[in-house]
């Protein structure tokens, strides 16, 4: 068939075409300069009712929920207005988080575990959201939440057994460090594989629907996660069914060593993920645990009322490595962390309650020494079990225990073959 076009190649005044690559605004050595980064003062976002219709405020989606301003004091609608207890447990769980993050960052460094992940900078993500949901919510977190366990009162020790893979790990050593799974805190197996707790919270929070329960889910990941599939295959399940849970999207401006620019940061928010599958979209100060609170219970009222589904962005900074595998020295400038224009969540929460009478230096001075020890106690308690440097510390033919209700024939075979030749090393393998 005679067609007219001409051929693109034949066209010489035509530009090539370009590939774009993100780049980071900072690398190793460059000064830093925030200031294009758009912060709009506390108080300004307006409050819409929870159970107003998701495109009637596409607008938050791209904003900044603030409620702390610069003076440490709350302002503007989603002020949520906290008794003065209440403010300093949750300062206090956070300050417990970063307690524990620094002794079992050096436990890794004096080879008592394999690997780590500290949370600093965004401890507000998620003991703020702790306080505001019910205990019997279900939290399907990524590996950066484990204030949602510290702010729930669950024990250090238990958790530093999982850390350590001893005999009290109650996993078996059978997950990464830091990969909890506590059922009686509602908090769901913490996976590696990016974002797979996206859909799983999404078929709970329907079975919850379906059941005619009153709880509701909560999920987290990180700004790279929004890359993966399994976000999107949630969010349509999410939006189509309703589904009462809330998901968070913590962008904290860095993967292992690669920045936010790769999961599309540069092009629009993540919030605005929300505004193509028609539900509730939330930016919000990461750094501000008022902010956090109110934005989480605003979507909790919206999830437990049929309203569906929030996708809430946490506006936060990942002020240390990503893990203990990470040096952030490598790909970005040792500037960042202390030059974020959000601050620190610990401090601004610290400085609010200055700010209304009802704390001091000194006061936050012996906290942090008592967390401490409080810390280091459980850590003692927790080494009695073991630690990982020191070997193996659970039966080897433990190995093929969980994974099957009835273990199938190959496994049967596997785990004989193998029993046969520790047997015939001579090393001990039997159950204790």
């Not at 370009?18 to 925030?34: I, M, Q, T």
């Not at 799974?181 to 078929?203: M, W």
């Not at 849970?245 to 540069?266: K, R, T, Y």
């Amino acid at each position: 068939m005679a067609t007219d076009r001409v051929p693109d190649h034949l066209k010489p005044n035509l530009a090539p075409l370009s590939l774009y690559v993100p780049e980071p605004k900072f690398r190793p050595g460059d000064a830093v300069d925030f200031t294009q980064v758009p912060i709009p003062p506390a108080g300004q976002a307006r409050r819409p009712d929870p159970a107003d219709a998701a495109d009637s405020f596409i607008d938050l989606a791209f904003d900044l929920v603030r409620v702390l301003d610069d003076e440490g004091q709350a302002v503007g609608p989603w002020n949520p207005r906290l008794s003065p207890d209440t403010l300093r447990a949750m300062l206090r769980s956070m300050a417990l988080v970063r307690a524990f993050d620094e002794r079992m960052f050096r436990a890794q460094r004096q080879g008592k575990t394999s690997f780590y992940m500290k949370c600093t900078g965004e401890e507000a993500v998620s003991v703020a959201a702790a306080h505001a949901l019910d205990y019997e919510d279900m939290c399907f977190p990524s590996y950066r939440q484990q204030g949602l366990l510290i702010a729930r009162g669950w024990s250090m020790v238990d958790m530093m057994n999982q850390i350590y893979s001893n005999t009290a790990d109650r996993l078996q050593g059978k997950q990464l460090p830091i990969m909890y799974s506590v059922k009686e805190a509602g908090f769901f197996s913490i996976s590696g594989n990016l974002t797979t707790q996206y859909p799983q919270a999404v078929g709970w929070a329907m079975a919850s629907a379906a059941k005619g329960d009153t709880r509701i889910a909560a999920t987290w990941c990180g700004d790279g996660s929004t890359a993966e599939g399994d976000f999107h295959s949630a969010c349509t399940f999410a939006s189509v069914y309703r589904a009462p849970v809330i998901f968070n999207v913590v962008n904290n401006q860095w993967a292992i060593s690669s920045f936010s620019g790769f999961a599309g940061a540069e092009s629009t928010t993540f919030a605005a993920r929300a505004v193509g599958y028609g539900i509730a979209g939330l930016r919000v100060d990461g750094n501000d645990a008022l902010a956090v609170y109110a934005a989480t219970l605003w979507a909790a009222e919206r999830a437990r009322t049929n309203q569906g589904p929030t996708l809430i962005e946490h506006f936060t900074y990942r002020a240390e490595g990503h893990s203990t595998s990470d040096d952030p020295g490598q790909y970005r400038s040792a500037g960042e962390p202390t030059a974020w224009p959000l601050g620190d969540p610990i401090k601004r929460l610290k400085d609010h309650l200055v700010a209304l009478g009802e704390w001091d230096d000194e006061r936050h001075a012996a906290q942090d020494k008592e967390l401490a020890e409080q810390v280091k106690a459980a850590q003692k308690q927790a080494e009695t079990n073991g630690v990982l440097g020191h070997g193996l510390h659970q039966p080897l033919d433990t190995l093929f225990d969980g994974v099957f209700e009835e273990m199938p024939w190959h496994l049967r075979e596997q785990q004989a073959q193998m029993i046969a030749e520790e047997t015939a090393s001579g090393r001990p393998w039997a159950r204790k």
